[in-house]
Protein backbone atom coordinates (compact mmCIF):
# COMPACT_ATOMS: atom_id res chain seq x y z
CA UNK A 1 0.00 0.00 0.00
CA UNK A 2 1.24 3.54 -0.64
CA UNK A 3 1.35 5.78 2.27
CA UNK A 4 0.13 8.58 0.31
CA UNK A 5 -3.35 9.78 -0.40
CA UNK A 6 -4.48 10.44 -4.49
CA UNK A 7 -7.76 12.51 -3.57
CA UNK A 8 -9.50 12.67 -6.75
CA UNK A 9 -12.19 15.84 -7.54
CA UNK A 10 -14.70 15.86 -10.55
CA UNK A 11 -18.07 16.43 -11.03
CA UNK A 12 -18.44 12.80 -12.87
CA UNK A 13 -19.58 10.26 -10.58
CA UNK A 14 -18.34 7.21 -13.06
CA UNK A 15 -14.77 9.27 -13.35
CA UNK A 16 -14.86 9.60 -9.83
CA UNK A 17 -15.60 5.97 -9.29
CA UNK A 18 -13.13 4.59 -12.47
CA UNK A 19 -10.26 6.50 -10.91
CA UNK A 20 -10.68 5.15 -7.24
CA UNK A 21 -11.13 1.51 -8.70
CA UNK A 22 -8.16 2.06 -10.52
CA UNK A 23 -6.05 3.39 -8.12
CA UNK A 24 -7.33 1.11 -5.43
CA UNK A 25 -5.83 -2.10 -7.32
CA UNK A 26 -2.72 -0.35 -7.80
CA UNK A 27 -2.38 -0.29 -4.01
CA UNK A 28 -3.15 3.66 -3.58
CA UNK A 29 -4.91 4.91 -0.67
CA UNK A 30 -8.16 7.47 -2.10
CA UNK A 31 -10.92 9.65 -1.30
CA UNK A 32 -13.37 11.12 -4.06
CA UNK A 33 -14.96 14.70 -4.10
CA UNK A 34 -17.62 15.93 -6.40
CA UNK A 35 -16.77 19.62 -6.23
CA UNK A 36 -13.93 21.79 -5.38
CA UNK A 37 -16.10 22.95 -2.50
CA UNK A 38 -16.51 19.90 -1.32
CA UNK A 39 -13.01 19.30 -1.45
CA UNK A 40 -11.97 22.97 0.84
CA UNK A 41 -14.45 21.93 2.89
CA UNK A 42 -12.72 18.99 4.07
CA UNK A 43 -9.22 19.52 3.24
CA UNK A 44 -6.81 19.10 6.33
CA UNK A 45 -3.24 20.72 6.76
CA UNK A 46 -1.99 17.64 7.79
CA UNK A 47 -3.09 16.08 4.25
CA UNK A 48 -0.44 14.13 2.66
CA UNK A 49 -0.73 12.95 -1.03
CA UNK A 50 -1.34 14.32 -4.37
CA UNK A 51 -4.75 15.61 -6.77
CA UNK A 52 -6.41 14.09 -9.72
CA UNK A 53 -8.52 17.10 -10.27
CA UNK A 54 -10.82 18.21 -13.17
CA UNK A 55 -10.84 21.16 -15.33
CA UNK A 56 -14.20 22.41 -15.70
CA UNK A 57 -16.54 21.57 -12.94
CA UNK A 58 -19.72 23.22 -11.98
CA UNK A 59 -19.49 26.27 -9.77
CA UNK A 60 -15.33 26.73 -8.62
CA UNK A 61 -12.93 25.56 -11.52
CA UNK A 62 -10.19 23.15 -11.63
CA UNK A 63 -8.07 26.38 -11.65
CA UNK A 64 -9.71 28.18 -9.33
CA UNK A 65 -9.03 25.33 -6.73
CA UNK A 66 -5.24 25.31 -7.78
CA UNK A 67 -4.69 29.10 -6.93
CA UNK A 68 -6.64 28.40 -3.49
CA UNK A 69 -4.33 25.94 -2.67
CA UNK A 70 -1.08 27.96 -3.33
CA UNK A 71 -2.53 30.65 -1.39
CA UNK A 72 -3.09 28.62 2.01
CA UNK A 73 -3.66 24.95 1.39
CA UNK A 74 -1.54 21.98 2.05
CA UNK A 75 1.23 21.15 0.28
CA UNK A 76 -0.89 18.63 -2.71
CA UNK A 77 0.98 18.63 -6.02
CA UNK A 78 -2.04 18.67 -8.70
CA UNK A 79 -2.15 16.50 -11.88
CA UNK A 80 -5.32 18.16 -14.39
CA UNK A 81 -7.17 15.68 -16.42
CA UNK A 82 -9.81 17.32 -18.82
CA UNK A 83 -11.89 16.94 -21.70
CA UNK A 84 -11.15 20.29 -22.71
CA UNK A 85 -7.98 21.17 -22.40
CA UNK A 86 -6.37 24.19 -24.62
CA UNK A 87 -2.98 25.72 -24.72
CA UNK A 88 -4.15 28.63 -22.00
CA UNK A 89 -5.77 26.72 -20.20
CA UNK A 90 -2.11 23.91 -19.92
CA UNK A 91 -0.58 27.15 -19.39
CA UNK A 92 -2.54 28.23 -16.29
CA UNK A 93 -2.42 25.12 -14.90
CA UNK A 94 1.03 24.96 -15.02
CA UNK A 95 1.61 28.40 -14.04
CA UNK A 96 -0.16 26.83 -10.86
CA UNK A 97 2.33 24.35 -10.20
CA UNK A 98 0.68 21.69 -12.12
CA UNK A 99 2.47 18.23 -12.52
CA UNK A 100 0.77 17.21 -15.69
CA UNK A 101 -2.20 18.10 -17.73
CA UNK A 102 -3.61 15.48 -18.73
CA UNK A 103 -5.96 15.26 -21.68
CA UNK A 104 -9.37 13.04 -21.73
CA UNK A 105 -9.80 10.21 -22.58
CA UNK A 106 -6.26 8.85 -21.33
CA UNK A 107 -4.47 6.15 -20.74
CA UNK A 108 -4.41 4.58 -17.08
CA UNK A 109 -0.54 4.22 -17.20
CA UNK A 110 0.06 7.44 -18.11
CA UNK A 111 -2.09 8.75 -15.38
CA UNK A 112 -0.02 6.48 -13.05
CA UNK A 113 3.18 7.73 -14.34
CA UNK A 114 2.06 11.40 -13.44
CA UNK A 115 0.90 10.34 -9.92
CA UNK A 116 4.09 8.71 -9.06
CA UNK A 117 6.11 11.55 -10.11
CA UNK A 118 3.75 13.93 -8.26
CA UNK A 119 4.24 11.54 -5.12
CA UNK A 120 8.22 11.38 -5.44
CA UNK A 121 8.66 14.97 -5.77
CA UNK A 122 6.70 15.96 -2.64
CA UNK A 123 8.96 12.90 -1.18
CA UNK A 124 11.61 14.34 -2.31
CA UNK A 125 10.66 17.52 -1.16
CA UNK A 126 9.89 16.25 2.18
CA UNK A 127 13.34 14.93 2.70
CA UNK A 128 15.71 17.62 1.12
CA UNK A 129 16.94 15.32 -1.42
CA UNK A 130 20.56 16.21 -2.51
CA UNK A 131 19.88 20.61 -2.39
CA UNK A 132 23.76 21.05 -3.08
CA UNK A 133 23.17 19.01 -6.67
CA UNK A 134 19.84 21.12 -7.56
CA UNK A 135 21.73 24.10 -6.92
CA UNK A 136 24.25 23.24 -9.30
CA UNK A 137 21.54 21.58 -11.86
CA UNK A 138 19.00 24.23 -13.47
CA UNK A 139 17.23 20.97 -14.44
CA UNK A 140 16.03 20.35 -11.16
CA UNK A 141 13.42 23.22 -11.13
CA UNK A 142 11.65 21.01 -13.76
CA UNK A 143 8.79 18.63 -13.90
CA UNK A 144 9.93 15.26 -14.88
CA UNK A 145 8.03 15.24 -17.70
CA UNK A 146 9.73 19.06 -18.33
CA UNK A 147 12.62 17.37 -18.05
CA UNK A 148 11.46 14.62 -20.75
CA UNK A 149 10.41 17.51 -23.35
CA UNK A 150 13.79 19.17 -22.35
CA UNK A 151 15.86 16.34 -22.96
CA UNK A 152 14.48 16.01 -26.22
CA UNK A 153 14.55 19.97 -27.41
CA UNK A 154 18.24 19.54 -26.22
CA UNK A 155 18.50 16.83 -29.16
CA UNK A 156 16.55 19.23 -31.61
CA UNK A 157 13.44 17.31 -31.90
CA UNK A 158 10.26 19.06 -33.28
CA UNK A 159 7.09 19.63 -31.66
CA UNK A 160 5.31 16.72 -33.22
CA UNK A 161 8.19 14.06 -33.03
CA UNK A 162 8.36 15.23 -29.08
CA UNK A 163 4.60 14.30 -28.75
CA UNK A 164 4.89 10.91 -30.84
CA UNK A 165 7.95 9.88 -28.26
CA UNK A 166 6.29 11.05 -25.32
CA UNK A 167 2.47 9.92 -25.82
CA UNK A 168 1.17 13.90 -25.49
CA UNK A 169 -0.09 16.60 -27.93
CA UNK A 170 1.57 18.41 -29.95
CA UNK A 171 0.02 21.63 -28.47
CA UNK A 172 0.66 19.98 -24.95
CA UNK A 173 4.62 19.87 -25.99
CA UNK A 174 4.21 23.46 -26.80
CA UNK A 175 2.72 24.35 -23.45
CA UNK A 176 5.77 21.87 -21.81
CA UNK A 177 8.18 24.33 -24.12
CA UNK A 178 7.22 27.70 -22.76
CA UNK A 179 7.31 26.16 -19.74
CA UNK A 180 10.98 25.18 -19.37
CA UNK A 181 11.78 28.28 -21.71
CA UNK A 182 10.08 30.51 -18.40
CA UNK A 183 11.60 28.39 -15.14
CA UNK A 184 14.93 28.26 -17.15
CA UNK A 185 15.25 32.08 -18.23
CA UNK A 186 16.28 31.26 -21.52
CA UNK A 187 14.77 32.49 -25.18
CA UNK A 188 15.86 29.98 -27.30
CA UNK A 189 16.83 26.40 -27.49
CA UNK A 190 20.67 27.23 -28.31
CA UNK A 191 20.54 29.20 -25.13
CA UNK A 192 18.78 26.46 -23.48
CA UNK A 193 21.68 23.64 -24.67
CA UNK A 194 24.32 26.09 -23.23
CA UNK A 195 22.36 25.83 -20.00
CA UNK A 196 22.03 22.47 -20.00
CA UNK A 197 25.84 21.90 -20.70
CA UNK A 198 27.32 24.08 -17.89
CA UNK A 199 24.73 22.24 -15.58
CA UNK A 200 26.44 18.79 -16.30
CA UNK A 201 29.88 20.29 -15.48
Known amino acids: MHRDTVFIVDDDASVRDALSLLLSLRGYTTAT ?3 AEDFLSAVQPSWRGCIVLDLRMPGMSGLELQRCLL ?3 PTLPVIVVTAHGDVAAARQAFLADAVDFIEKPFDGEQLMSAIETALA ?3 AVSSAVEPAASARMPAAVLSAR ?5 ALMVKGLHNRRIAEELGIS ?12 DKLGVRNVVELVRLVDQGRK
Open 71 to 73: EGG
Open 121 to 123: GLR
Open 170 to 181: PRTVEVHKARVM
Open 146 to 150: EREVM
Open 33 to 35: FAS
